[in-house]
Each structure stands twice: as C-alpha cells, then as structure tokens.
C-alpha cells in the first residue's frame, strides 16, 4: 500500500488552492484570506526565495505574512526552522552554528523581511522539512529533524481523532513555533479549515468577544490556559459555537480533567486531553472524551497510525495490565533523529520506535496512563535532562565518567587523574544544558560503588556525593577569602553592575539560570517563583529578567513552574 | 540609542513600587515648613507602600497556600526586613556613639517618635510586629485552615477587623502622641492589599469594582478624603486593580524598573544621604528637587553596587563549589562529612 503521506503534492501546504474560496486564515476585526489567495500568496513567497534545499530559519508568529511565509518555504521545498521572534543571543548562536541560506524575519503590520546570508549551503537529507527546538538541553543549539511524512502523517491523526472537517474555525492561543501551536496550524490546513488569527490570551478582555464575533468552533490549550479560564471565572458554556477544546503541553490535573469532561458533556461540547513529544512531530496519545471523567489521569489511545508498546527495564515488551514500563511510541510520524551540528542535517537516523522516557500503564480497558518518569531522567529546575546524555557530554572529557542525580543536583562522577578538568567539564555541562553551575557536582570517585551484580550503584554514589550546599557551607570561610581576593570578581562585579544598568544585554540561558541567581538553591526544585520562596523583595528582579528573556510575561507567571515559563520561550516540549 | 524611545510595557506593580518610594523620599528631601521652595510637600509614599507589600504578599504567600507555608512565608518577609535594618540601625547607633535598645529591638515605636537610626525605622518596626500578630494568629489552626480554603473571604474579615481598630481604638487610647505607628493601627493598611490582590485575582468587572470601592473608602475613612495620603493610595491603588500594565518609553521603563528594584536601599539610605548633602554639597548647591533627585540616584547606584556584588559572589561560589570537591576519593569520613 502506497504511503500517502509521502508525497508533498498529498500534503497541507502542496495544494492549498483545492479548498476554494473557503476562509483560511482571519484576523480578528480585519481580513479574511481564502485558501485561493494563501495558496497564492505563498506561491509567490516561494517564488521569492527560490526553489530548491535551502536551510531557512524563520520567524513564526499568528499573523499572515510569517505564516504565507512559513508555507511559501516548504513549497519551495528548503527546510524550515520555525522559531519565535525576539530570540537575541540565544538565535544569535544557533545562526552562527547552523549557518542557515536564509534567516526570514518578522515584521509586524508587513510582508517578512528575508535576509540571504550568503552562506554555502549546508548537506540536507532529501526527506528533512522541518527543524524544531528540543525539550531540554535548552541552553544548546539541538533540533529534533521532521520529514515531511512525519507532519503530514501527524496532521491526518489529528484529522481523524479530532473529526475535523471544512467549517472548523480555531482561535489561535499558542505560538505557532511551538510544536504545538503548529500542529494546531498543519492540522487545520490539513483540511481546509481556518484559523482565527490573535495573540491575546485568554485572560485578555476582549478574548472571548472575539471568539463569539468570529464565531469559532474550538481552541488548544495548555494547562495554564485552562488554569487562567478556572480563575477568571468565565464560563465556557457562553460559547454557543465550541465544539471542543484541546489540552496538551503538561499534565492537567485530574480533577481539572474531571471538571471540565462533565462540563463539556453537559454543554455539549468535547475536551480532549492528549500527549506527545515534539520527536513526534508532536502527538502520540489522545484521550477519547467520553474517557475523561472516570480515567481523568490518563494519557488514552495512539494517535491513528501509531503504536504505543511499554518495556521494562530488561527490554522486554510488557503485556501485562497496570505493570509501568517505558513508554515506547512507533508510527510514521517517528522523527528523522536529532541535530547538534550541521553534519547532522544530512543523514537520517529515524529511531525504530521513540523511547519516551516516561513510565506507563495499560489499564484493562486499553487506555494508557503515565505514572511517572525514568530513572535516568532528572528535571533539576523542571529541565528534563537526560544522565545518559550528560555521561556522555562528560565522557568527551573525562572518559569513563559516570553520572547520577535527582532534581536538584546532577553528580558527575570522574575517575582518577581528571581533578583539573573539574571546572572546566562543570562550566561546559551548565552551558550546555542551561542550567546554573551549581547543580553540577564533578568529583573524582575511585573506585565506583557497585551491587552485588557488578553494575554501578548509582543510589550509593548519590548518597555518597558531598551535598553541595553542605560543602559550601564547609569550605565558606576559605571559599569566601579566595573568592573576594582574585581580580576575577572584581571584573565579574563590574560586568554584573554593567548589565544591570542596561550597558549591555544580560545573557540569560534559561528560566533556571534566573531563578537561581535570584533565588539560589531555593529554585533548585523547579518550582514556582511563589514555591522557591520568591518575595516582593525578589519579584522585581527576577520579573525584569524573566521579561528580558521571555519577551512578555503571563499573568500569574509567579505560580508557574520554571519548566512552564521555558516552554513559553521554547516551547520545545508537547506533552 | 533610538531604542531607548521605543515605548516597552511594564507591571503596574513595578510602576508603582517606584513612584511610591520616590514619593516617600520626597516627603523627606521638601518638607513641610520648606514651602518657600515653591515645592509641595507629598506624604503618602509610605501608605502606597504598605500595601503594595500586602498586595505582594498575598501575591505570593497566601495564595493557594498551606497554613505551614503561610507561617514560614511570614518568617521569611520578616528576616528579609529584619537583617538589613538591623546592619543599618547598629551603623547609625555607631556613628552617633547612641544606643536604644528598644530602637535595637525594634519596639522604640510603642514608646517615643524619637529614633537614633536616621531612616524610617517605625515603618520597619510596624512591619515586623504585624508579622508577629499574624504568626499569632495563623497559629491558631481552625483559623489557619479557614482562610487558606477561602482566601478573599478571609482577607476580607481580617481587614474589616483591622480597619475597625484603626477607626475606633483610638478614640478609647491616645495614640496620636505616637502617631499611631503601631502595627494593629497599620494592619488595615497591609491587609487591605490582601483584598485587593484576591479581587483583582478573579478579574471580573464586579470584582474589580469592589477592590476599587474598598481602596476608596478604607482611605477617605482613615486619612479623610482631602489628603495626600488618600491621593497617593486612591491613585496607586486604582491603577493597580485597572491596569495590570502600563506602557513607557524604554528610557523611563529602565529607569523605573532600576529605582523599583532599588526600593528597600533607598528607602534604608535616602534620609542619611540628604543629611550627609546638607551638611556637604547643600552649602552650596539647593536642597529640594536636586537632594531629592541626587539622593535617589545615589541610593539606587548604591544598589547597583550591592547587587553586582553579591551576584558576583554567587557566580563565583557556585562555579567553584561544584569544582573545589577534593579528588580524594569516596570515603567514610568523606562522605559523612
């Protein structure tokens, strides 16, 4: 049988022109674009930048020119990587790695500006359209790689599960550089629905004025979005034109799930929860909503086209009801790999099944629930990072070294002979993951506690690890000495007070890298700012900087969860 | 450079926490009785501030809290005020070679008006002893249990009592003699943002008009609708419940968000710098609106110094904590250790 979702001609964006004159894309109080007129419109952006395989980097916002831009590129056939305005340094650096053809900017009330940075373009894999950010390691410049197959298999899941047809009509709430929001965008295109275009929020007056005005029919959420409805107190039932709401990007809680299920069935409209990775492209699970009340903790069935098998931790399948395993997710919407260079953009390292690192169980009635995480993931300021992957970045250093943790330290544990490349590896795996140097513990560990069995005792070596902030506190007075004599805190007091005064730009890796220089080992646990005892003394600061980093802060944004705020920025992760 | 006329937005919250420590400097550098300077006097900083903290404070303690938490979110705001104006206070006793020891204790203001520390330590005092009356009083568990599960409600009994207080107490006990800076008598004032902060919280026009209501009323009552202090709260508290956001030019924002910050120290340093300028520069130069303005900018550099400082530190501790571990290898001692 013939893979459909193979060709590009059989896709969302190939032939956009087949849906007529129906509405495709609307700003709200302002005008309608027909699928004729997009479809043009994006022909001609092709047709400005070219045809052929070029690497593009693009500004992506809910608005038409970048979104006619966004289509006119995958037209043309290059490779796309979608990302939000205002990216500063960060977007600086991944220019400056991936050295894309073309970086296409966004400009509000106009057409997109493209700048050709001249360079040589770089080796892309036939299949590859889209780069998008991973969840994670968000200090370094790492993609997931899309074909084509993935998000246009992924766009028809969604199709199918959601029943979308032609006179659908969503409000966009979400980034569309979010895997996401995007998935929103592919999936409506996908079947010639529209899209009202807005970046107001929810909590925003005039919000659902403009639902009603345009009479829209659904829009995504995640769970903050559904958060924000719950403590505005407006009732979702005023919506004579909802047909369903969809949740994703976190774990709603169960008795939000619960609420709004009976809610929706009584309104007559449907919730859907759901679950993916961006390695997805994004969606693997969806929870049918005449589920939701009595399983509201659950993530439900694949997506159409997908598989979702749980292994233990031998590898073995696990057939059994209620055992957890390792969520493992195979389909056609699988990723191509990931991308840390751009010698990656080349090949294509599409894993037989996507190992999820979330732990799983099957209930009798074939739903799937997630019931935790893997052991060898930790979330330290709720970045997931993976220990596998740090052993690895610190074996390029220290080979043999062996790594642990929890949520709030990462211990990396070095063998003999490697105590002057401690500083050196620790700066290195900060920079790397995005997180404050802190939370890395390197320690020459000779021997390695091990079981019974000859395996690493990764829980003893935890357990063993100096705790940092009592080492701190054992090594303050000789600490303090050699910190406040050496000229290098003299430069770096210096470049603090100049930052602060707006001489130059503060470098902000993550979320976590400012609530850990405001709020130190209280933020260590990736809660709120209200959790991590931030106060009026400290909400100041770190709003300044979480606005210079995020651009725009939410409301509420102190009762968010760090990992939250990043994925406002971000928006790597589509739970 | 044209970027700093671009305008950028900015929390209210941010806005006014400026303005209002700004006003309170100014009630310091143009008193009364300096009107030949051609200059208002404005007091009612001091009143926008306290319940801005309220406002703060239920912001990030009282909302969806455990009473555990809102005990140690009481602690907290208190040894956060506490330690820096404890430094200050022994540096001014230590200048002028005077010790109080209950200006040390921080009870001088159930006593006498008069203080050795040369910033508004009955503002600190009224603070810290409203932190203990509301350890007290979450201390007592059906309490504690009742307004964490019904915060507005709660907010509301609490301030409806405080304000009570304010309005009757002194009638029965002279305390203007004290200027009734003491903390059951500024208690309204701290709570009323707690009310506040819970309306604004459910976002609806009613809601909004309530919180509106309560910050006009509250205020005409205690200070009389013809005051700066009413002004000052009516303002500040309007644009708080109204405009979550105001928009700036990046200059001002910047500068803004640079005194907002600087809050605390100015409010620590400013009266010292105007008596170290009158006594210096003020021989030659005006007091009033340069002092004020000079003043402002040197408590905020001052700041800017401590903060770089103390981020410095940090930067520096947390590199070379994670890399000072000796290589020794694990063992007993070590690891207990």
Partial sequence: ?575 | MSNLLHSKSVDTDVVLRAIAIALVAWNHAIPSGTKSLGLPDFAGGMTLLMMMSGYSFARFVLTDATPVEVRHGLMLFAKRILLPSLAAVLFFMLIKRKVSLTELLFVSNWFTTYRIAIFPVWYVQVILQMMVLLLGLFAIPPFARWFVAQPLRGSLVVFAAALATRMILPVFIDTKPLLHHLPHLYLWNFTLGWLVYFLHDRRTPGALTLASLAILASGAMVWGPLSYQFLALVVGGLLLVWKTRMKLPMIVARVVGLVSQATFTIFLLHRFFFVVYTGTVGRILPAGLLMWALGLAACTLAWVVGAATLRAYHKLAAAGMAAAVPGAGLSPARTAG
């Fill in chain 1, 1 to 575: 049988m013939p893979d459909t979702h193979n060709t590009p001609e059989r896709s969302f964006y190939g032939d956009l022109a087949r849906h007529g004159d129906a509405p495709a894309l609307i700003v709200s109080g302002g005008a309608t674009l027909s699928y004729r007129a997009l479809d043009a419109a994006a022909r001609a952006f092709a047709e400005q930048v070219g045809l052929g395989r070029k690497l593009v980097f693009l500004e992506l916002e809910n608005d038409v020119a970048s979104i006619t831009a966004y289509l006119g590129c995958l037209i043309a056939g290059h490779v796309v990587h979608p990302v939000a305005t205002g990216g500063g340094a960060k977007f600086d650096r991944l220019v400056a790695t991936y050295r894309p053809n073309l970086v296409v900017r966004h400009l509000t009330g106009s057409d997109a500006a493209v700048e050709d940075l001249g360079n040589t373009s770089v080796g892309l894999h036939p299949d590859l359209r889209l780069l998008l950010s991973t969840s994670g390691s968000t200090g370094s410049p790492k993609f997931v790689k899309l074909s084509h197959r993935n998000i246009q298999s992924n766009a028809d899941a969604i199709v199918d599960y959601l029943r979308l047809g032609s006179d659908e009509r969503a409000i966009t709430t979400l980034k569309p550089s979010y895997s996401y929001g995007l998935s929103v965008l592919h999936s409506h295109l996908a079947c010639g629905a529209a899209l009202l275009l807005t970046d107001a929020s929810v909590t925003d007056r005039g919000f659902w004025d403009m639902f009603r005005e345009n009479r829209c029919t659904s829009f995504a959420g995640v769970p903050y979005t559904f958060e924000m409805i719950r403590k505005s107190g407006f009732d979702l039932g005023q919506l004579d034109t909802l047909r369903y709401a969809t949740q994703a990007g976190g774990r709603l809680p169960a008795d939000d799930v619960r609420r709004l299920a009976l809610q929706s069935a009584a309104q007559g409209w449907r919730f859907y929860v759901m679950y993916g990775q961006t390695e997805a492209a994004p969606r693997i699970a969806w929870l049918p909503p005449e589920h939701a009340a009595e399983r509201p903790g659950a993530i439900g069935v694949p997506v159409p086209g997908g598989t979702i098998m749980l292994y233990d931790d031998a590898g073995t399948v696990i057939a059994a009801d209620e055992t957890p395993g390792e969520l493992t997710y195979a389909g056609p919407n699988v990723m191509m790999g990931y991308a840390e260079s751009p010698d990656a953009l080349a090949g294509d390292e599409t894993p037989p099944v996507l190992r999820t690192g979330d732990l799983a169980v099957r209930h009798a009635d074939g739903l799937f629930s997630i019931v935790g995480r893997k052991a060898r993931f930790v979330k330290p300021f709720g970045i997931r990072v993976n220990l596998d992957e740090v052993e690895q970045d610190a074996g390029e250093t220290a080979p043999g070294a062996v790594c642990t943790g929890d949520d709030t330290r990462i211990v990396v544990a070095l063998p003999a002979g490697t105590d002057g490349q401690k500083a050196e590896l620790v700066q290195r795996l900060a920079a790397r993951y995005g997180l404050p140097p802190h939370i890395f513990v390197a320690q020459v560990v000779d021997p390695l506690p091990r079981l019974a069995n000859g395996k690493i005792d990764y829980r003893a070596l935890l357990t063993a690890t100096t705790d940092p902030v009592a080492h701190a506190a054992a090594d303050g007075p000789a600490n303090f000495r050699s910190i406040v004599t050496s000229p290098r805190f003299y430069r770096t007091i210096w470049d603090e007070a100049a930052g602060i005064l707006g001489l130059h730009t503060q470098s902000w890796d993550s979320v976590a890298h400012i609530y850990g220089g405001f709020l130190g080992a209280a933020a260590a646990s990736g809660g709120s700012f209200a959790d991590s005892d931030g106060d009026s003394m400290s909400y100041v600061s770190v709003s300044l900087a979480l606005e210079e980093y995020l651009g725009q802060l939410p409301e509420a944004w102190e009762h968010l969860p760090q990992a939250e705020l990043e994925a406002l920025r971000e928006q790597p992760a589509a739970f």
